[in-house]
């Protein structure tokens, strides 16, 4: 998209890039989707406050976060916290990130570099037909 428009180069750290990553997130989940003829629903999440989550898989199974940041923060959990006060149901909550390393939050939040997301995406691991 960015090549075909002239919005110059993505730089690191800029909104342009946050865009670009959270697009790529959604395409990797939306081919997995139709890949392996998963009828899973993919949806948006939004509070009236303005608390978002990018991607929420069926009725709150696993909730997803795209964050182009190379080292998460708790700023960056804030979607995924609200989600599982509202949703309690949620079975798994996950930031993909540029951070190097996988973590889990104190609270149960998965923190997967972007490699790591797509590896356990593609191999099945993160959201189940």
Same mark, same amino acid.
């Given at each position: 998209?960015?090549?075909?428009?002239?919005?110059g180069?993505?730089?690191?750290?800029?909104?342009?890039v946050g865009?670009?990553?959270?697009?790529?997130?959604h395409?990797?989940?939306?081919?997995?989707?139709?890949?392996?003829d998963?009828?899973?629903?993919?949806?948006f999440w939004r509070?009236a406050?303005g608390?978002?989550?990018?991607?929420?898989?069926?009725d709150?199974r696993?909730? !997803? +976060?795209?964050k182009?940041?190379?080292?998460?923060? &708790?700023?960056?959990?804030? /979607?995924?916290?609200?989600?599982?006060?509202?949703h309690p149901?949620v079975?798994?909550?996950?930031?993909v990130?540029?951070?190097?390393?996988?973590?889990?939050?104190?609270?149960g !939040? +998965?923190i997967?570099?972007a490699?790591?997301f797509? &590896?356990r995406?593609?191999g /099945?691991?993160?959201?189940e037909?």
């Amino acid at each position: 998209m960015n090549y075909a428009t002239p919005r110059g180069r993505l730089e690191p750290g800029s909104e342009l890039v946050g865009k670009a990553f959270e697009s790529w997130v959604h395409h990797e989940l939306q081919a997995y989707r139709a890949y392996h003829d998963f009828g899973f629903e993919l949806a948006f999440w939004r509070m009236a406050s303005g608390i978002e989550v990018n991607f929420v898989v069926d009725d709150v199974r696993v909730a !997803i +976060e795209a964050k182009s940041s190379a080292q998460v923060n &708790e700023s960056h959990l804030k /979607g995924l916290r609200e989600i599982a006060r509202e949703h309690p149901r949620v079975k798994r909550r996950v930031v993909v990130s540029l951070d190097t390393r996988a973590q889990r939050t104190e609270g149960g !939040i +998965e923190i997967l570099p972007a490699r790591t997301f797509v &590896e356990r995406l593609w191999g /099945g691991d993160l959201i189940e037909g």
